[in-house]
């Protein structure tokens, strides 16, 4: 993988994240909101994937690279061989996620591009969600792949890390006039005090 789909991973991560955050509705007014599980791995399948594309770049240069490809292990307490069936697996599973959200891209454009005459952008529904739902099917069989690869015991702990880590770097994001408990808000990444709006 190139330094350029690396790139495309970081900025896409990912594309249809608002569409997976609406699917999940059971969180009652005022409670705290939990991402769903296709969100929260999703998110950190195509990190887990970035950071290698950035330590294989890296390792090309002559560079160091070894904290980057430690960062999932030492952040999510992982032994080497849970940090090699993870890697093998989110990298696999990103490139799946990136083939599918490359193709919501094009349905997105192609429909912007047939409506440029009617200033009206309607996207095919149907396809979206067909995609959103083979995108999810995708993420939540990998997670399924870890959990078989880690044991019950492992994967419950080991979830319960990913849930925390992911969760303190994101957050619903609010858009002015909507109540603040709505489970349908997008997701902000927190970055020192600053929340930048994730597509």
């Known amino acids: 993988m190139t330094g350029a789909l690396a790139a495309r991973l970081l900025s896409q991560l990912p594309i ?10 059971s969180v009652r007014a005022g409670q705290p909101q939990l991402l769903p599980r296709d969100t929260m791995y999703g998110i950190l399948f195509q990190q887990v994937a970035a950071f290698q594309i950035a330590a294989d ?18 952040l999510l307490q992982l032994g080497p061989a849970q940090q090699a069936q993870l890697t093998v697996i989110a990298v696999a599973c990103a490139k799946d996620i990136a083939l599918l959200d490359r193709r919501a ?28 739902a083979k995108r999810t099917a995708v993420v939540l069989s990998a997670a399924k792949s870890l959990e078989e690869a880690f ?13 925390l880590y992911v969760a303190s770097h ?3 994001a609010v858009p002015s006039g909507v109540h603040q408990s709505t489970p349908d808000a997008p997701y902000r990444e927190r970055t020192n005090d600053q929340d930048v709006e994730r597509p």
């Not at 249809?16 to 509705?25: E, P």
């Not at 770049?57 to 030492?74: I, N, S, V, Y």
């Not at 591009?113 to 396809?127: C, F, H, K």
């Not at 044991?151 to 849930?163: D, I, L, M, S």
Request: proline share 7%.
């Open 16 to 25: 249809l994240l608002v569409v997976s955050l609406c699917q999940d509705r």
């Open 151 to 163: 044991g019950p015991t492992q994967f419950a702990q080991f979830e319960a890390r990913v849930r």
């Open 170 to 172: 994101y957050q619903p």
């Open 105 to 132: 891209a094009i349905i997105i454009e192609s429909s912007k591009a047939s409506s440029a005459t009617t200033r009206v952008v309607l996207p095919p529904q149907a396809e979206l969600a067909d995609l959103q």
């Open 57 to 74: 770049d890296w390792a090309r240069k002559g560079r160091p690279d070894a904290f980057l490809r430690d960062h999932h292990r030492t």
